[in-house]
Each structure stands twice: as C-alpha cells, then as structure tokens.
C-alpha cells in the first residue's frame, strides 16, 4: 500500500524564466493581478449565462450587501458587469485614507486604471508607495504577496522601481527565505496560503516565472496535504456547508478561515489544472452544498471556481497520506463525514472521533492509535521501541528527525531507516499483517 501520494508537477507550456534572466520589468497589460483577460471573458460569459455563482454575487454587490472586502468586491464586479458606477465607488474606497489594504489598493489600482482621473490616479499610486513603505519590514507572507501585487499593479507608472521591488521581493525574500524554509519542511501557514497563490498566478502572468519551482517539493504535495488535512464532519454555516481545516486549540470553527480555505483549494485548481491531485481536489469542491454564498466567500466562489473542470471523486483517493517534506500525516477510516480521522502537523497530534476533536498531545507519551489502515506509535511510549505492527502503514513518531535507525521486523533481515522531518519513521506492510517490530537509533 502507498502511504504517500506524489503527483508529478505540472509546469507550464512556455519555459519560465529563472532568477538569472529575470530583468523584473513588466510589460503585459493591465489588468495583471489575477483578472488576465482570458479569465475575464470566462467571468463574462458566467454573467450572461446567469449561473449561481454570479447570481449570488451580483445579488450582494447590486444589493448594498455589507462586503469584507469592499474594495476588492467592486472592482471584480466592475470588471465582469461593466459597471463604471461600481468601479468609481472601488476607487472612492480606494482613496479613503482610513483603507489602507495595499492588496486592495493594488487591485483596484490594476482593475479600474482607466475609470481614475489623472488626480486619483497620482493619489493611488501615492498611496500604494506610502503602503509599500509602511509593509517594507513585514514579516508574514500575506505582506510580501501583497507587495509583489502592488509592485506588479504600479509597472506602468514606476517601471524600474518597480522591477527593483519585484526583484527584492522574488529573489531577497521568496528564493532567499520562504522557498528555502519550504524546502526545509516548514509548511505555509494554512490561513496564508490563499495570498501565497494568489501571488504565484500574479507573478506567473506578469512575468512568466513559477515560484512553485524554488521549492518544487514542497508545492508538488501541497494540494493533496490540504484536502486531507480537514476534519470528516461538515460545519453548517449560514449560508453554506464548510469543511474545517485543521486547527489548534479550544475555540469553536472560524467560518471566515474555512471559507478562505476553500478559497484557496479553487486557486490551487485553477493553477495547475492538470495535475492528478488537481482533480481530486477539483471531486472535492464541486458539491453545491459547499458554495461560497457568504459577503466574504461570494466573490472567491465567482472568481476562482470552474464547474466545467473535469475532477476525479475524492472518495478514490488515499486514505492515508504522508508528505516527508513536512512530516504531516493524516489518515481515517473512510472518506464519509462521520469517520474517524488521525492527523499529526506541525508537531501536533488529532484525533477527530464522535463529532470531537481530541489532542492526543505528540510531544509525550501516547498509546498507539488506529485509524483505518494507519498506525501510529509513538516514541516517547515506555515500549515503544518493540511493537507489533496490525496495519499497512506504520508511523513511528517524535523520533530525532532525519536521524537513522536500525529496524527489524519478524522474519526479516535488519534494515535501517531514517526519520523524516517531523522525525517519523513510516514502515508499510502487507494486507493483513501482524508482525513484532523492533527499532533503535543507530
């Protein structure tokens, strides 16, 4: 049995420049942050065919709906609709002095350049430089991708700075730092990932560049590693059903956190379409119960979702699944919301049984537990060191990471094995196994 599922990285048809040729400068036009003309026409026909998505978010946006994201939701509406009033009212929000979103404030910038007089224009570009300025020293990933917007929405107006600030950000910041932690196994925070990839497609169609390539492991496991990493059971919202990523501590689910989870999983889709785990997760979005109906989620569920998408059921894929990269593991008992589910990230340890969550608390001693086809013991154990093995896929945790250990099993020869980066040894056996398992650091 695979405890790992590996789909190959599906890069683009055209070569992507490297860091070594990238000069930086910009020279497609605008709009460039995610609204490519292609998938603009693709939005426009939604709107003439009326299908829920736009419905539903025309009904909020036309309907003086309270928005989250006010700004960003006029401005597609604009776009879609060809509603210059919508568009004044993005850029009047634009210039605010009390929105200081310099995400927003890039896409309105790129999306409504032509509805902007000259003044509003210079006050916006004025604007997003005094933000850039503010964000310079930021550390989390939401504040570099937005940077990288703005950089890429301002081109035409400061073309070399903004090729400096692009190349400060992709090469000082993203192949400096965040690739390199990556690639070390520390994964993207879950709540940042919608940034992240909405900042891969802005580079991707600006500059012809795919990130995914500066930490190509990492990004190779990353959708299948976010499917399985949410509980069984489905929250009902008030508008609509949400699957809950995974989460520490004792507060109840954030709806707003779930639907920009999802959010997320459509982007992943609508970057790389073709990849096999793509289409498990493109099974895994298309229930209608599941819609982003919400102020926040409407716009997301518009933009990013493609029904017409061919995906493969969710019920087909890995039960358990493994990424060394990480050291995330995640199994259940069935794909059906009422099964019992293990996930081990971020060197935490859930169980998800009976509706509950329970933190089996990794770091110390905890009894072996069974999930479907997975085991997972623990090292820290009093005997762990000598077990038996009664599923397909082993996990032996809170080992040393990347450390090498000498396992034997019945019957078999010595062999050694190494930990990965979470410090977990996987071992995988048979259908119907039931063998004494002896390990020990070398």
Same mark, same amino acid.
């Given at each position: 049995?695979?405890?790992?599922?590996?789909?190959?990285?599906?890069?683009?048809?055209?070569?992507?420049?490297?860091?070594?040729?990238?000069? +930086?400068?910009?020279?497609?036009?605008?709009?460039?942050?995610?609204?490519? =003309?292609?998938?603009?026409?693709?939005? @426009?026909?939604?709107? $003439? =065919?009326?299908?829920?998505?736009?419905?539903?978010?025309?009904?909020?946006?036309?309907?003086?709906?309270?928005?989250?994201?006010?700004?960003?939701?006029?401005?597609? +509406?604009?776009?879609?609709?060809?509603?210059? &009033?919508?568009?004044?009212?993005?850029?009047?929000?634009?210039? %605010?002095?009390?929105?200081?979103?310099? =995400?927003? /404030?890039?896409?309105?910038?790129?999306?409504?350049?032509?509805?902007?007089?000259?003044?509003?224009?210079?006050?916006?570009?004025?604007?997003?430089?005094?933000?850039?300025?503010?964000?310079?020293?930021?550390?989390?990933?939401?504040?570099?991708?937005? @940077?990288?917007?703005?950089? *890429? &929405?301002?081109?035409?107006?400061? !073309?070399?700075?903004?090729?400096?600030?692009?190349?400060?950000?992709?090469?000082?910041?993203?192949?400096?730092?965040?690739?390199?932690? /990556?690639?070390?196994?520390?994964?993207?925070?879950?709540? @940042?990932?919608?940034?992240?990839?909405?900042?891969?497609?802005?580079?991707?169609?600006?500059?012809?560049? $795919? /990130? =995914?390539?500066?930490?190509?492991? +990492?990004?190779?496991?990353?959708?299948?590693?976010?499917?399985?990493?949410?509980?069984?059971?489905?929250?009902?919202?008030?508008?609509? %059903? /949400?699957?809950?990523?995974?989460?520490?501590?004792?507060?109840?689910?954030?709806?707003?956190?779930?639907?920009? !989870?999802?959010?997320?999983?459509?982007?992943?889709?609508?970057?790389?379409?073709?990849? &096999?785990?793509?289409?498990?997760?493109?099974? #895994?979005?298309?229930?209608?119960?599941?819609?982003?109906?919400?102020?926040?989620?409407?716009?997301?569920?518009?933009?990013?979702?493609?029904?017409?998408?061919?995906?493969? !059921?969710?019920?087909?894929?890995?039960?358990?699944?493994? %990424?060394?990269?990480?050291?995330?593991?995640?199994?259940?008992? !069935?794909?059906?919301?009422?099964?019992? #589910?293990?996930?081990?990230?971020?060197?935490?340890? @859930?169980?998800?049984?009976?509706?509950?969550?329970?933190?089996?608390?990794?770091?110390?001693?905890?009894?072996?537990?069974?999930?479907? $086809?997975?085991?997972?013991?623990?090292?820290?154990?009093?005997?762990?060191?000598?077990?038996?093995?009664?599923?397909?896929?082993?996990? *032996?945790?809170?080992?040393?990471?990347?450390?090498?250990?000498?396992?034997?099993?019945?019957?078999?020869?010595?062999? %050694?094995?190494?930990?990965?980066?979470?410090?977990?040894?996987?071992?995988?056996?048979?259908?119907?196994?039931?063998?004494?398992?002896?390990?020990?650091?070398?």
């Amino acid at each position: 049995m695979s405890t790992e599922v590996l789909a190959p990285l599906v890069f683009l048809a055209f070569a992507p420049q490297t860091a070594a040729d990238a000069d +930086y400068h910009v020279y497609t036009d605008a709009p460039r942050i995610v609204l490519t =003309r292609q998938r603009l026409r693709l939005l @426009q026909r939604e709107r $003439d =065919r009326a299908t829920m998505r736009w419905q539903q978010f025309d009904a909020l946006v036309a309907g003086g709906a309270p928005m989250p994201e006010p700004g960003f939701a006029l401005a597609l +509406y604009s776009q879609v609709s060809n509603n210059q &009033a919508a568009g004044r009212k993005a850029v009047e929000w634009a210039l %605010d002095p009390a929105h200081t979103d310099l =995400r927003q /404030l890039a896409i309105i910038f790129d999306w409504c350049a032509p509805l902007m007089t000259p003044a509003q224009s210079s006050r916006l570009v004025a604007k997003i430089e005094d933000a850039l300025k503010s964000l310079s020293g930021a550390d989390d990933f939401r504040g570099h991708a937005a @940077q990288v917007l703005a950089a *890429i &929405a301002i081109a035409d107006r400061t !073309s070399d700075h903004s090729a400096s600030l692009l190349r400060a950000q992709l090469e000082g910041w993203w192949q400096g730092q965040a690739a390199k932690q /990556l690639e070390a196994g520390h994964a993207l925070p879950r709540d @940042q990932i919608y940034w992240i990839y909405e900042m891969l497609h802005a580079v991707r169609d600006s500059l012809k560049i $795919d /990130l =995914r390539e500066s930490a190509g492991s +990492y990004f190779e496991s990353l959708p299948m590693d976010h499917l399985c990493g949410h509980y069984p059971a489905a929250f009902q919202g008030p508008e609509n %059903d /949400l699957r809950i990523p995974v989460y520490v501590g004792t507060n109840a689910p954030d709806p707003a956190v779930a639907a920009m !989870s999802r959010a997320a999983e459509l982007e992943m889709v609508a970057y790389d379409p073709n990849a &096999a785990d793509s289409q498990f997760l493109q099974g #895994w979005l298309m229930q209608d119960r599941f819609e982003l109906r919400g102020a926040l989620g409407a716009p997301y569920e518009f933009l990013w979702a493609n029904p017409y998408q061919p995906g493969l !059921s969710y019920f087909q894929a890995p039960l358990v699944f493994h %990424d060394a990269q990480t050291g995330h593991i995640f199994a259940r008992a !069935s794909w059906d919301e009422d099964a019992t #589910w293990v996930g081990y990230f971020e060197g935490h340890l @859930q169980m998800f049984k009976d509706g509950q969550i329970q933190t089996l608390r990794a770091g110390v001693a905890v009894q072996p537990v069974h999930v479907g $086809d997975a085991l997972l013991v623990s090292a820290q154990t009093p005997g762990a060191a000598k077990f038996r093995a009664d599923r397909e896929a082993v996990f *032996i945790m809170n080992l040393t990471p990347h450390a090498d250990y000498d396992i034997e099993v019945d019957d078999e020869e010595l062999w %050694d094995g190494e930990a990965d980066t979470g410090g977990t040894v996987v071992l995988s056996f048979p259908e119907g196994i039931n063998a004494g398992v002896r390990i020990k650091l070398r």
